[in-house]
């Protein structure tokens, strides 16, 4: 799937290197539930996270590699989308995203968002379309709320994450709202 600037595509075993540098890179994660990895733990998590097409049951996961078109980062992998049943027989999926921070505040994680929004709905038939968050990701938020996503809950101190107590703030979009994305 292309955008304007972006390739959206699955995941791959040779995308490793670049999985490695956002996966272990502590800004790119420091909002996101799993600690930074090391390149041999990241290349497991690419190993099992290898896409699937459809989310048929819960769990399943849709995965695919943001890679820019042009400009210093082209052809490689500065992040990924991922979507995930979150209730299959509600049609319910969940929607995230992970980048590089030379590759953030430049509108890539809009542009895929975008994009994988419209697959969500149009390919993989999802009715409800959920984000959650971490309270403080604040640029996560605001992406959110470009998308036409809207605030449905801020759970405080709902998930001890990486030491400390955090709150997640959960964003929706039904299919049938979708005329603001």
């Known amino acids: 799937m292309r955008t304007e ?13 670049d999985h490695a540098r956002y996966q272990g890179d502590p800004e790119a994660v420091r909002y996101l539930r799993w600690p930074v990895r090391t390149p041999e ?31 210093p980062l082209a052809g490689h992998v500065v992040g990924d989308l991922t979507l995930i049943a979150a209730s299959a027989p509600q049609a319910t999926v ?7 921070p030379e590759a953030q505040g ?11 929004l419209a697959l969500a709905f149009d390919r993989l038939d999802a009715h409800r379309v959920v984000a959650q968050l971490d309270a403080r990701n604040t640029a996560s938020a605001r992406l959110c709320e470009r998308l036409g996503m809207r605030l449905e809950a801020h759970h405080v101190d709902d998930e001890h994450c990486k030491g400390e107590w955090t709150s997640t703030l959960v964003y929706a979009l039904l299919e049938r709202e979708r005329g603001a994305v």
């Open 94 to 100: 969940e929607i995230g995203w992970v980048l590089l």
């Open 106 to 116: 430049i509108g890539y994680a809009t542009e895929g968002a975008r994009a994988l």
């Open 5 to 17: 600037r972006l390739l959206l595509r699955p995941l791959r075993l040779d995308d490793a290197d």
């Open 41 to 71: 733990e990241s290349r497991e998590h690419l190993r099992v996270r290898l896409p699937s097409d459809r989310l048929a049951a819960d769990g399943d996961v849709v995965v695919l590699a943001m890679v820019p078109t042009d400009g």
